[in-house]
């Protein structure tokens, strides 16, 4: 018996991990690109 709670509660905290990780990958999705300003320095460094 306490094995089924153990069972239902790692599947409870796998969704609610996916679940978070989604949304932070749409925050960051979301946010306004005016940081590629600062990424694009770095990108004549190519060689």
Do not use: A, C, K
Request: aromatic letters at 4%; charged letters at 15%; zero cysteines.
């Amino acid at each position: 018996m306490p094995l089924t709670f153990v069972g239902l509660g790692t599947i409870l905290y796998g969704i609610g991990m996916h679940l978070h990780l989604m949304h932070l990958n749409l925050v960051r999705q979301l946010q306004p690109e005016s940081t590629d300003d600062q990424t694009s320095v770095p990108e004549s460094d190519e060689q």
